[in-house]
C-alpha cells in the first residue's frame, strides 16, 4: 500500500500522521521531542521523522511515497533544501517526493483547497495566506505578517499578553500604578506562576532561566480571571485588537473567504472577538495541520490534483 507521512513541527513537541492515496488515515502519533531544524539540526529533525515512521509501519507492507512536513525552521530554499537532502539520505530514497511548509501554511492548506489564511496565535504569532491553486509553482504563499520571534515583533501571543502583565507588576513594584489597577490576584497568580517571592525571582526567570512557553503558559491563569478583573479585560482587548491588525495585513496583501485560528490564544475568543472587524468565516483547528502537510504532499505527487475529500476536527468561531 502505497502511503504518506505527514509531520507537524515544533519547538518541543511532534505530532506525525500516516495516511493512504484515499486520504484514510491509518495512525498517529505525538511525541515530546522538537523537529526544527534550526534548533535540533537536520539530521536529528531526519532521524526523528524516520523514527516516527516505524512506529506508524511496524508490521505493514507499506511503500512510503511521499512525506510532508510543517514546521519552523525550512523557510528558506538553502533551509529546504538541506533538510529534503537529509530526509532522503536517512530514509535511502534519493526519489521520495518531499514537501515542506511553514507551520502556519500546514493550518490553512487543512481547511482549504483555494485561498485560505491562517493566523497561529500561541507562544508566539504567524500569520500566512496560502494559494493552493499555485501548488505546481512551489510559490504558494502570498501574504504574510508576523512571525519576526519575540526579540522583533510578535504582537497578538501569548508570550507578548504575558510579558506585559508582568511588566505592569513590576512597575507596581515600584510605586506606578497602571491607568486600570491591578487586582491583587493577578500580582499574585503572576508571582504564584514564577514561584517569585521577591523582584529579582522574576528578573531571574525573564534572563538566566527563560522559558518562552513557560512565560506565555502565564495566559491561561489569567483568561479565567478576566471576567472580574477591569485590567485584565483591557488587557485581552488589546489583544484583540493586535490580532486585528494582523487579520489586515494579510487581508490587504491578498482577499480570502476563511480564515483558521490555530494557538491556545483563540481559546479566549470570547474575551476580544468584539475587537475582530474581519467578517468572513473563522475556523478553529482542534486537528493536527499535519493533515495541512499531507495535502500539500498529496498534490505534489498528482501535479496539483484536488485530492479526495479528508476529514479533520474544527470548530467554528464564526
Request: glycine residues 8%; charged residues 20%; hydrophobic residues 45%.
Amino acid at each position: 500500500m502505497e502511503v504518506i507521512l505527514a509531520i507537524e513541527g515544533g519547538a518541543s513537541n511532534t505530532k506525525a500522521i500516516l495516511c493512504d492515496m484515499q486520504m484514510e488515515k491509518l495512525g498517529e502519533v505525538k511525541v515530546a521531542k522538537g523537529s526544527n531544524p534550526y534548533l535540533e539540526g537536520f539530521e536529528n529533525t531526519a532521524n526523528l521523522f524516520h523514527d516516527l515512521y516505524n512506529t506508524l509501519s511496524t508490521n505493514k507492507q507499506y511503500l512510503l511515497k511521499a512525506i510532508g512536513g510543517c514546521l519552523s525552521g525550512v523557510e528558506g530554499e538553502k533551509n529546504r533544501i538541506a533538510m529534503v537532502n537529509a530526509l532522503r539520505t536517512i530514509f535511502a530514497d534519493d526519489e521520495l517526493q518531499v514537501s515542506l511548509i511553514n507551520d502556519a501554511v500546514g493550518g490553512a492548506a487543512t481547511v482549504t483547497n483555494s485561498v485560505g489564511a491562517v493566523l497561529i496565535a500561541g507562544s508566539g504569532s504567524c500569520g500566512r495566506t496560502v494559494d493552493l491553486s499555485r501548488i505546481a509553482t512551489g510559490d504558494f504563499v502570498v501574504a504574510t505578517a508576523s512571525g519576526f520571534g519575540h526579540l522583533i515583533w510578535e504582537d497578538a501571543c501569548a508570550y507578548s499578553l504575558a510579558q506585559k502583565i508582568v511588566k505592569d507588576v513590576c512597575m507596581r513594584m515600584d510605586g506606578y500604578e497602571h491607568p486600570i489597577p491591578l487586582d491583587s490576584v493577578v500580582v499574585e497568580t503572576v508571582m504564584n506562576h514564577f514561584d517569585a517571592v521577591t523582584r529579582h525571582d522574576i528578573v531571574d526567570q525573564f534572563y538566566h532561566h527563560f522559558n518562552k512557553s513557560h512565560i506565555a503558559s502565564l495566559c491561561g491563569k489569567m483568561a479565567p480571571l478576566a471576567s472580574e478583573s477591569e485590567y485584565l479585560t483591557y488587557r485581552f482587548e488589546e489583544l484583540g485588537k493586535e490580532l486585528d491588525v494582523l487579520i489586515k495585513l494579510l487581508l490587504k496583501q491578498h482577499p480570502f473567504d476563511t480564515l483558521v485560528a490555530v494557538g491556545s490564544v483563540w481559546n479566549s475568543f470570547d474575551l476580544f472577538k468584539m475587537h475582530i472587524s474581519y467578517e468572513g468565516s473563522i475556523v478553529f483547528l482542534k486537528d493536527t495541520a499535519a493533515w495541512g502537510a499531507a495535502k500539500i504532499a498529496w498534490m505534489a505527487l498528482h501535479e496539483g490534483q484536488v485530492p479526495p475529500t479528508f476529514e479533520y476536527e474544527n470548530v467554528k468561531l464564526r
